[in-house]
């Protein structure tokens, strides 16, 4: 059953596109269900842009799996475009443990930088 968790418990993270791969290439990611797969194979992540995970959920423990698995909210860098797309993949429990988590003054840029993709009119 689904759970939803503290903002502290992991807060938000940063990955390379390595450490994308990463989390797609890892076995147990082929028993969730929203998977990094068509992103990445259809070259729409950018190569070298840091992307942005924030979890959002809980799944629980996952027999399969063998440990708990989040969804997360992933903002990417389109691949040739300057333009993030947001999508919610799931994320094995080490895999996010090993992301690097943003301090206070990257997060007030973070947000920044997504609300400055928005139109002015979501804004208010």
């Not at 070298?48 to 995970?53: D, E, K, P, T, V």
Request: aromatic share 8%; with cysteine; hydrophobic share 40%.
């Amino acid at each position: 059953m689904s759970a939803q968790f503290s903002p502290g418990e992991y807060g938000v993270m940063v990955a390379s596109y390595a450490e994308l791969l990463e989390i797609r290439d890892d076995p147990r990611s082929a028993f969730l269900s929203a998977r990094m797969d068509p992103l990445i194979s259809t070259g729409r992540v950018d190569r070298g842009g840091l992307h942005i995970f924030m979890p959002m959920l809980e799944n629980g423990y996952r027999e399969a799996v063998g440990e708990r698995s989040f969804r997360c909210y992933l903002w990417f860098l389109e691949s040739g475009k300057n333009v993030r797309s947001c999508v919610l993949i799931d994320v094995p429990e080490s895999g996010l443990s090993a992301l690097r988590r943003l301090g206070q003054g990257a997060l007030e840029k973070v947000v920044l930088n997504l609300l400055g993709e928005l139109p002015i009119e979501t804004l208010s």
